[in-house]
């Protein structure tokens, strides 16, 4: 059966196509702005990734596309072009972007526009055989994960020779998840702050000197003990949308009273910021 290129089913899809793909710049667009005017930060959230899952409701692999597209079309304008004229979706410009310069972009570019998406692949990893592939983790029972990642030898030397030290010691046969469960509990009882904050205890009356510390610019280990387990290690940051932070990443201790202006050590004067919006709240006051 012969159907015309007029049918109007198709000429809507077309349509909705364009639409789409003009939809998809004009939201990188948005992004780069709202990263350059720092706003996903005082909304609350800790980087523009979990603003776009957590505000925007993106997916991740989505956010991850546009995010990383945005910024190489900011340092190769001429993706942006691209993508603008509709020659370039984000999901095909997101494959170049590892090796997308200002130098080579004709030709990768070309490539993206005109080789099938396996094909293009191919050329890409030809180009970084090195290059990490991104770290999958997917939940194969109700209290698994399976963690797909790619290591250097390097590192699976190190975990493979902690394997067979733990062998020696339990005298069990340890698999590598195992084993690297006994690393991380090694590696956490060290320096994790919470469990460390769980292991103090402090008097009552040794506490009370602890919260002013006069005259000592270090905060005291048991004070910087309390204050992670205080905010659960966590960032307590509240954006003017009213969402807190929560990231338990890159964490800082901010006083609220700055230092320099005579605040001090006081737990009520101390709390956990990432450092991205503790460097928010210092430039902006």
Partial sequence: MSISIE?????????????????EFQLLEVLREIE?????????????????????KLSEAVSFNLINVMRKAKEVPQLRAEIERGALSVSTARKIVPVLTKENYKAWIEDAKRLPKIELEKRVAEAQPEMT?????????????????DLSDKVLEKLKRAQILLRSSKRENLDLAQTLDQVLEVFLNAKDPIRKAEKTTVSSKAQSVLRTASGLRRIPSPIRHAIFKRDEGKCQFRGGSGNICYSDQNLQIHH?????MGGDHNLDNLGLRCWAHHQVIHENG
């Fill in 7 to 23: 049918n109007p089913l198709h000429q809507k899809a077309l349509l909705l196509a364009r639409s789409y793909q003009n939809l």
């Fill in 133 to 149: 592939k991104r770290t999958e983790i997917t939940r194969s029972s109700p209290t698994r994960q399976r963690l797909h990642l």
């Fill in 36 to 56: 350059f005017e720092k706003l996903h930060l005082r909304l609350g959230y800790s980087s523009l990734f979990v603003y776009a899952t957590g505000a925007l």
């Fill in 256 to 260: 609220f009273r700055p230092w320099a």
